[in-house]
């Protein structure tokens, strides 16, 4: 061999080395800056990462303590969808404090601490509320606060450590605007997605999550195998029939409405909860904060705030979305035992409501939101086959981003994937409610 064979050779292998070695030493900077835009939820440590050619990034044994406890979450590992661009051409150091334009993170097999601990504890309590909305029909059936279902009750449903898989996608449309989806994933369980638009209160190019301001959240749920355990155990441990449970947990429901909000379900709206607990169900809700907060006033809300500080329309399956709005009680309808319960019950959480208001309140910060101008990173298309396949993201009427896969179109419906670890996950959309497919720039 000459010696200007071995001198290309020798090029060659550089210019194929270095892209090589700059991905993957450029990963940990990113990897730490990652782990680093997370500290705000609490502290998290790994075991180690690796790298492919394409920038995929797996981050192996993650270990999350969440703020304010010293219980810990099991995460098998972390992958990162990003441009290998982005590792190849950014600086080590921006990498550490800078998060790319759009990503796609997933949390693959996240596993709650034990039943003795505190956090199991709280997360139960909640009904594994943000991850799932509506109590999970513990009314009239649950044994614990709130209400809610004991431990007893969660392991007899089989759902005291449920597996979970998040992957959470955000795509900056513009100087100021978030588009973002979380899509949560329980087994054997169910299915939920929130999405929705975050203002940012600035343009740094640095983007940061905590600070940001939201205004409306939209929420899907489906139903895989949880309401058929839950109502086989309560219409037949705690009721005769499924029909008794559903009904007591209406009535348990709008108890507490009458109680706590002064008013009741109409006939239509109970009737809807009632089917709402009925096996394979899926519903969509939209919940319009009466005013923006920032995502860190958020995080401390339990499901009955955000409750009380929204408006919300909601749809059962395929039907129209209708508002849901409290109607004034009927107390011709109740007997006078349970009138007497309720107005007494309702007298002392509006002393206790009263005592509350008149400490010193704290100083409310006044949020203010931007409109970017910038126009938007994503290619929209005219002919949305041409999309089938690919990532997408779909803007609806109602303003809800939805992420996934475009799986395919119809003259009704257009079908997408935006579950993971689950090949037979979909949601069809309706064809007249969708504004525009997108494919990422």
């Known amino acids: 061999m000459n010696k200007k064979n071995i001198i290309i050779i020798v090029v060659v292998a550089a210019l194929v080395a270095l892209p090589w070695w700059r991905i993957n030493h450029n990963s940990e900077f990113f990897v730490e800056g990652v782990m680093s835009h997370l500290s705000h939820l609490g502290d998290w440590s790994y075991r180690d990462h690796s790298v492919s050619v394409s920038g995929d990034i797996a981050i192996k044994g993650v270990q999350f303590k969440p703020r304010g406890y010293q219980d810990v979450i099991h995460v098998d590992s972390i992958t990162v969808t990003t441009d290998a661009r982005d590792l190849l051409f950014t600086k080590s150091t921006d990498l550490l404090v800078k998060l790319p334009s759009e990503l796609t993170v997933n949390f693959n097999q996240v596993r709650l601490p034990d039943a003795n601990s505190r956090l199991l504890s709280q997360i139960l309590k909640s009904n594994y509320y943000p991850v799932v909305m509506g109590y ?72 940061a999550f905590h600070d940001t301001i939201v205004d409306t959240l939209y929420y899907y749920y489906a139903d895989q195998g949880f309401n058929s355990r839950r109502n086989q155990y309560c219409g037949k441990e705690k009721q005769p029939t499924f029909a008794a449970y559903r009904s007591k947990s209406s009535d348990a429901l709008q108890q507490m409405l009458r109680i706590y909000a002064g008013g009741e379900m109409s006939s239509k709206l109970a ?74 019950q309702r007298e002392a959480v509006l002393k206790q409501r009263e005592q509350k208001a008149n400490k010193p309140k704290e100083l409310i910060r006044r949020i203010k939101t931007h409109v970017g101008g910038q126009q938007k990173k994503e290619y929209t298309l005219k002919n949305w086959s041409d999309a089938i396949g690919q990532s997408v993201k779909i803007k609806t009427k109602r303003g809800r981003p939805i992420f996934g896969v475009l799986k395919g179109i119809s003259a009704n419906q257009v079908t997408v994937s935006t579950r993971f670890k689950s090949g037979d996950a979909t949601i069809n959309i309706s064809r007249k409610d969708v504004l525009s497919i997108s494919i990422a720039h």
């Open 136 to 207: 999970l029909g513990a009314f009239g059936c649950g044994e614990g606060p709130g209400p809610s279902f004991s431990v007893a009750q969660w392991q007899a449903m089989g759902v005291l450590q449920p597996i979970f898989d998040v992957k959470f996608t955000y795509a900056l449309v513009d100087e100021y605007n978030i588009d973002f989806n979380i899509n949560i994933h329980s087994p054997d369980n169910w299915y939920s997605t929130w999405s929705g638009g975050l203002a940012r209160a600035n343009n740094d190019e640095r983007l």
């Open 271 to 344: 009737n809807q909860y009632q089917r709402s607990l009925q096996p394979d169900v899926e519903y969509n809700a939209i919940f319009k904060l009466k005013e923006p907060k920032y995502i860190f006033e958020m995080a401390g809300w339990s499901q009955s705030e955000l409750f009380k500080n929204s408006t919300i329309e909601a749809a059962l399956g395929e039907q129209e979305y209708q508002d849901i709005k409290l109607s004034k009680i009927d107390h011709l309808d109740l007997d006078i035992d349970t009138l007497r319960r309720d107005m007494e």
